[in-house]
């Protein structure tokens, strides 16, 4: 008898994914659906940054690299550390990986233990409760609502905190909510973690530069944690390079020597053209991402305006990332043509196979009387999209 084993089966699968392959199931059959469910820059890599790439192989850089990476590599992201966050690391605290997502499940991995109690404030990314799976440990929710701009407070934080607390994930710009969190909130954050030394602080920053606040804030600059923060980024959105998967930890170096190990013995290093390309965007002009971020916050307001007009969401406006989140509760228990919605998941269903609009449910998230929409499109599809949700909503009685 085949059968999985049990660590696989407890696994949801990624609903952001499904979504977004149901879409494309329906764009194959012809139907014109835009897809406002996936988290990914619309946007071409830069020129520049291409360029570097099919230098890279020109010059053969096809070998085996370092675990961790190029040393070149790490001294770019080191170099970035200290410009753009006032922030010093050595290479030696770096480890490059395959994708951020392979980053926060390598820390997860090598500081969790059985039982371990692992905070995640919620909403949040789908696949943090999963890999806490994976690692064997006990997921502890801290649940923020849209009336609190999806932001945990330190008595929150203070509650949940047990003797088997052993990690906190922070993500800020969020995903799945676009909240950023002030330099004041992350210090009152701090203050509290700082009385609870066996745990470690997580924080997932790979929205930095899609911020519409000014300065990015870390966790990691508040001396009283300092030594027991991870940062997890990478270049997939800021430098729209989601396909070429290298993300990185800055770490305590006991952690990224733990990281180093693991990722030694089931995926190596990333791939070495890719690497090479990310050097070049850190070490090259920031322009492309000033751009990007415009474009961004031009369509955030426009999809904050045209959601606000929707009866029945309630949306507030994120400060960062490309998503919106509204709560859309009131839908629940209305029908149409014999569909009922009982959730938010039934909800982007109807909203897909109805108004041909993928957006993803906030179950997955952690937030069920939510849904998420990411407005990393043109304003043409995100008018375009907001007037089917609108019109498809209004059937629903």
Not at 234 to 250: D, E, F, H, N
Not at 307 to 313: D, H, N, Q, R, Y
């Amino acid at each position: 008898m085949n059968q999985v084993s049990v660590r696989i089966a407890s696994l949801a699968e990624s609903e952001t994914l499904a979504m977004s392959q149901k879409s494309n199931e329906l764009k194959a059959k012809g139907i014109d659906v835009i897809n406002l469910s996936v988290g990914e820059p619309d946007f071409n890599t830069p020129e520049h940054i291409k360029d570097a790439a099919k230098k890279a192989i020109d010059d053969n850089f096809s070998f085996y690299t370092p675990v961790g990476g190029y040393l070149s590599l790490r001294k770019a992201i080191c170099e970035k550390l200290k410009r753009e966050n006032n922030l010093d690391y050595t290479p030696a605290q770096i480890v490059c990986s395959n994708g951020a997502k392979q980053s926060v499940c390598n820390t997860l991995l090598s500081v969790v233990n059985p039982g371990d109690e692992v905070i995640i404030p919620t909403p949040s990314w789908v696949s943090y409760v999963e890999m806490v799976k994976l690692a064997e440990g006990r997921v502890v929710e801290i649940h923020a609502g849209i009336e609190q701009d999806f932001k945990i407070t330190p008595q929150q934080l203070e509650a949940a905190i047990t003797p088997k607390s052993k990690a906190i994930l922070l993500c800020s710009p969020s995903n799945p909510t676009g909240s950023v969190y002030s330099k004041i909130e992350l210090e009152r954050l701090a203050n509290v973690l700082a009385k609870h030394p066996q745990i470690t602080i997580i924080s997932d920053e790979i929205y930095e530069h899609i911020n519409y606040v000014g300065k990015h804030e870390s966790i990691a600059q508040f001396e009283n944690v300092r030594d027991r923060v991870v940062i997890i980024n990478g270049v997939s959105k800021a430098y729209a390079m989601t396909g070429w998967r290298l993300g990185w930890i800055a770490a305590p170096k006991w952690l990224a020597d733990a990281c180093n190990k693991l990722q030694g013995q089931y995926t190596s290093a990333p791939s070495s053209i890719a690497q090479k390309a990310a050097e070049a965007a850190y070490l090259s002009s920031q322009k492309c991402i000033t751009d990007m971020r415009q474009a961004f916050n031009r369509r955030r307001d426009l999809i904050v305006k045209l959601a606000s007009e929707i009866e029945g969401l309630k949306v507030n406006k994120p400060d960062g990332a490309f998503y919106i989140f509204p709560k859309c509760s009131s839908y629940f228990g209305k029908s149409y043509n014999g569909k009922t919605i009982n959730t938010s998941t039934d909800l982007a269903m109807f909203l897909l196979e109805e108004g041909h609009v993928a957006s993803v449910g906030g179950v997955a998230f952690g937030a069920p009387d939510c849904i998420r929409f990411s407005y990393a499109t043109s304003d043409e599809n995100i008018i375009e999209a907001m007037s089917r949700v609108k019109a498809t909503l209004a059937k629903l009685k």
